[in-house]
C-alpha cells in the first residue's frame, strides 16, 4: 500500500519490482530533487514523522518500513505531509 501511495504521489517507479521477494516490509521509493535532510527534518517537526529521507547518487529517496503495529491510516499521513511538502 505504502508502495503504491509514493507511486501515485510522485509519478516515480520504484527501484525494484512490486514483488515482497525484493523488500518485504520496507520500501525505498524516489522522491523528487531537493535537500533531504530538510524534508526529513520537516516531516519529524511539523508531522511527527520519523522516516529516513536519503540521498544516493545524486538522488533523493524515502525509505519507509511497515510493521505490524503500523496502519494504512499512518501511511496515509504521511502522504498527506508530503504532498504538501514536497
Not at 45 to 64: A, H, K, L, M, S
Amino acid at each position: 500500500y505504502a508502495r503504491q501511495q509514493l507511486t501515485e504521489l510522485t509519478g516515480k517507479e520504484s527501484l525494484v519490482a512490486d514483488d515482497p521477494c525484493w523488500y518485504g516490509c520496507m520500501a525505498q521509493h524516489p522522491l523528487p530533487a531537493g535537500d533531504a535532510a530538510a524534508l526529513q527534518n520537516s516531516l519529524w517537526q511539523e508531522y511527527g514523522i520519523e522516516v529516513p529521507i536519503v540521498e544516493w547518487n545524486q538522488r533523493r529517496f524515502i525509505r519507509v518500513s511497515c510493521h505490524l503495529y503500523n496502519d494504512q491510516q499512518q501511511i496515509d499521513q504521511l502522504i498527506l505531509a508530503l504532498r504538501k511538502l514536497l
